[in-house]
């Protein structure tokens, strides 16, 4: 029975008493009369009824006003000291109670505060020692992380059942490639803890692999790995390595099982597109030019015959000059076009030219004893080079020029020049010819102890370049200057990877590899162990029906009980309609930081991949889902995913608090609320909120998402529409 | 030679049909000519001709759609053909052959060949 409840029965009890006491006393003192008494007392007391009932009805408001203030101090007090007890001891343990109430109650609350401070200053101490010990272990995973990291290949570690448990950020990159959803949410959705591979790679894919690397264990191969090529859902073409992960091997000295898998991947679209476009080159320099010489090796030979007229004659010959043009244009248009494809047969690497200039001197420095200077670097440039061979070509160069001219110092100058690079060898002294530089060139490069079969040509042609000699008249100096392909900067990390928190990215969590065991229905699955996307949305105002619509969403994610800090989805969208200026106010966006955004029949596919195989946790979430409901129809996205909402769990909670808003809540749970009204402040407290209220609704008897589901429907406030 | 025999050649591209002509012809040969499949088959129906000199890649009918329809009507079997092409892979090759063509040249080729083999074809020794 509720505390309100209580009260009115208890205020009921008093009354009846009061009257049945009354009504007794009346009863006993009449039979007691005699029946003279009784007749004179009648007139005394029939006109003086009323009094005598107003009297009555007062001492039993007066019994009820006495009640009411009991009731708050012995009851209603407590009952709220209980929550806020309850809060302290589950969630939040820095809370402390407030003294409220009769003298005995504050005194009882002082102690309890009391308990609270030694209870939690032994939590710090053993707190301590746990982060002590779990340093060390943190220490492993962070060398794992950076290893990770620093590796040029996309990796990814799943479980057997496809859940990514690792992954690095090459990885996400490229899956960001891949992703067709606009703006912050591209590759989010695709990648990311506790996500699901398989959205991205055929699942009997695999299955398959996995299949071949259990065989190959199970035949002790030395590398029990598997090779496959893949095509994305975006068409692109990914070459994938699979190997194992074992787990720890039972005690019965049977073999370690597989407990997941790693994924190297390589987008090798690219590749493929250039060897098309070689395939096609190939095609068109032979068949396309097969039936061109058929026909001037026919015309050709009949011109041979002597009983020729002159008109078949000059046909003939008209033939032969038609084809032979078309033939050359052809050439031209396959050289050119394909002059790209036709580079880069040699794996060349990109450098950074600085890098590459700084190896040649020291290498000229120490192999020959010859100063070298820098005369101009542009520190910008990358080229993309053999860098071994271009070394040794430039040695030999100097070796040359020392050996043969004598020269005492050579400089280096790198300058861009359109996309091709400048590096030139320049020196000062006497001329040389022509011809011997020529000779230099076509020789196999023999100096200082190396002995190279390759002449300089070989290495410029190797880099699809030019070398030659040039004189600057006016300084009595001379360069060599090779020109060499130059490379796009290599992508650095993207700083927005890492924008979202101060610490690392939670790339990584192994407590996934568990998974398999559980069960998947999703109801019988307890709170704390379900994986939820909680969001908020910000809207043009609270009718959807009437054609409010969504100008943003904000989302993120939960995982093992872990807020995932770097995995968050937020998106403007384009009402297509215009805002009101009051609802400016609320969440600061105005119509111009709309313009250019994607509607949201864009942007609602792409929430729901980042949603995928997630409950679905919003703060009066009918609201949120009244709006994604009703574009149901023009996107196509069913949001049935379960749904929480925090302001009814907030109610099975704390019956007894006033106020459900989320500010109200996140004060209660002294969660700090920051960015307030911006779709993704709110989903950040929301979520924060809802992993605070997991162990309160397990002291409820509320442990899986059934059982939330229930009682958030027996609250009353789950019967307000929206 | 007691009647000059009849040969076809179907070929969009004039500038080969224009040397072919001639050396049919300078054979003793009477030729008539299509520029695409469907005027092939039209042609070989109509004059019954004793070979055809059959380019694979045409418009409206491929050569390899001519030579199977020639092929597969009794009436028309016959009909000796001589694929010339230019798509020089031993599958295609493998194909025309597979599809009944009499013989397989590849362009650019020798036209003293080809008239050695029309000949052999024909049954005619020169």
């Known amino acids: 029975m509720s505390p309100k409840n209580r009260l009115l029965v208890s205020v009921a009890l008093v009354c009846a008493w009061l009257l049945i006491v009354v009504g007794v006393c009346g009863w006993v003192v009449w039979v007691d009369l005699s029946p003279d008494e009784r007749e004179a007392l009648v007139p005394i007391i029939s006109p003086r009824g009323a009094l005598l009932g107003a009297m009555l009805v007062m001492a039993m408001a007066v019994s009820a006003i006495v009640l009411r203030d009991l009731h708050r101090r012995y009851v209603a007090v407590p009952a709220r000291l209980a929550e806020d007890g309850r809060t302290l001891l589950k969630a939040e343990p820095t809370r402390r109670l407030t003294a409220d109430g009769n003298a005995e109650t504050c005194a009882f609350v002082d102690i309890i505060n009391a308990l609270a401070d030694q209870r939690q200053s032994l939590q710090d101490d053993v707190e301590v020692r746990v982060a002590d010990a779990r340093r060390s272990v943190e220490e492993e995973k962070n060398r794992l992380g950076a290893l990770m990291s620093e590796l040029t290949q996309s990796v990814v570690v799943c479980n057997l059942d496809g859940r990514i448990l690792l992954y690095n950020n090459r ?74 992960v074992l787990g720890v091997a039972p005690e019965d000295g049977a073999d370690r099982p597989v407990s997941g898998f790693i994924l190297m991947l390589d987008n090798i679209t690219r590749t493929i597109e250039n060897e098309a476009r070689r395939d096609e080159i190939l095609h068109t320099l032979t068949e396309g030019n097969r039936a061109s010489l058929a026909n001037v090796r026919a015309a050709a030979e009949m011109l041979d015959f002597p009983d020729l007229d002159d008109e078949l004659r000059t046909r003939f010959r008209g033939v032969i000059r038609d084809e032979v043009k078309a033939m050359s244009d052809r050439l031209d248009h396959s050289a050119s076009a394909f002059a790209d494809s036709l580079k880069a047969r040699w794996q060349l690497e990109d450098m950074l030219g600085a890098d590459l200039v700084a190896a040649a001197q020291r290498r000229i420095e120490s192999r020959l004893s010859l100063r070298t200077k820098i005369e101009e670097v542009d520190e910008a440039l990358w080229v993309k080079v053999d860098s071994f061979s271009l070394l040794q070509a430039v040695t030999y ?16 100058r790198l300058v861009s020049a359109g996309r091709l690079v400048h590096l030139d060898l320049i020196w000062s002294g006497q001329a040389m010819s022509t011809e011997t530089v020529m000779n230099w060139e076509l020789e196999p490069m023999r100096f200082a102890g190396e002995n190279s079969p390759l002449t300089v040509r070989d290495v410029i042609e190797r880099h699809d370049g030019e070398m030659w000699l040039e004189r600057e008249k006016v300084k009595h100096r001379a360069f060599f200057r090779l020109v060499l392909p130059s490379a796009t900067p290599q992508e650095e990390v993207t700083s927005d990877v890492y924008l979202k928190g101060d610490s690392r990215p939670e ?7 568990s998974w398999s065991e559980r069960n998947h229905e999703h109801d019988d699955q307890l709170l704390s162990e379900l994986a939820y996307t909680v969001f908020d949305t910000e809207t043009t105002g609270l009718n959807p029906s009437q054609g409010d ?18 995995d968050g989805f937020e998106q403007l969208v384009d009402p297509k309609r215009s805002l009101p200026p009051e609802s400016t106010k609320i969440h600061g966006i105005s119509p ?30 009918a609201f949120d889902m009244r709006f994604l409901q009703l574009k149901e129809e023009v996107t196509g996205m069913k949001f049935d995913h379960p749904v929480l909402d925090t302001l009814l769990l907030s109610a099975i909670i704390h019956p007894n608090q ?28 929301t979520a924060e909120v809802f992993l605070k209220m997991i162990p309160l609704l397990a002291e409820k ?12 429907q027996k609250t009353y406030y789950a019967r307000l529409k929206y | 030679m007691t009647q000059s025999k009849k040969i076809l050649i179907a070929d969009d591209e004039p500038n080969i049909v224009i040397s072919l002509e001639f050396l049919m012809k300078r054979e003793g040969f009477d030729v008539s000519i299509a520029g695409d499949g469907e005027e092939a088959i039209a042609k070989i129906r109509s004059d019954s001709p004793d070979l055809v000199l059959l380019d694979v890649m045409m418009p409206k009918k491929s050569g390899f759609d001519v030579c199977q329809e020639v092929k597969g009507d ?3 079997s016959a009909t000796r053909i001589l694929m010339l092409t230019a798509k020089g892979r031993d599958t295609e090759m493998a194909k025309g052959l597979a599809l009944g063509a009499d013989a397989y040249m590849t362009k650019p080729f020798s036209t003293k060949e080809l008239v050695d083999r029309v000949h052999e074809l024909l049954g005619l020794n020169a």
């Open chain 1, 171 to 244: 990885a996400r990159l490229q899956f960001r490639a891949m992703s067709d959803a606009p703006g912050a949410a591209g590759g989010g959705e695709l990648i990311g803890l506790g996500r699901s591979i398989y959205a991205v790679m055929d699942r009997h894919l695999i299955a398959h692999a996995l299949e071949n690397i259990q065989h190959r264990l199970r035949k002790s191969a030395a590398q029990p790995v598997t090779n496959f090529v893949t095509t994305t859902r975006a068409g692109q073409l990914l070459r994938v390595q699979m190997a194992p």
């Open chain 1, 592 to 621: 111009e930081m709309l313009v250019g955004q994607p509607d949201i029949t864009k942007v609602l596919p792409a929430l729901h991949a980042f949603a995928a195989d997630t409950v679905l946790v919003a703060h009066n979430a």
């Open chain 2, 74 to 76: 009794p009436a028309l």
């Open chain 1, 397 to 412: 160069l100097a070796s040359r020029l020392s050996d043969e001219f004598e020269i005492r110092e050579l400089r280096f």
């Open chain 1, 701 to 712: 008897g509320v442990r899986t998402l059934g059982e939330a589901r229930e009682a958030a």
């Open chain 1, 549 to 566: 619509e969504i100008i943003q969403i904000g989302a993120t994610r939960i995982l093992n009980g872990k807020l995932l800090q770097g």
């Open chain 1, 658 to 685: 006033d106020s459900h808003r989320l500010e109200a809540i996140a004060e209660r749970f002294g969660v700090t609320v920051i960015g307030r009204h911006t779709a993704m402040g709110d989903a950040i407290v």
């Open chain 1, 507 to 513: 790339y990584y969590d192994f407590d996934l590899f």
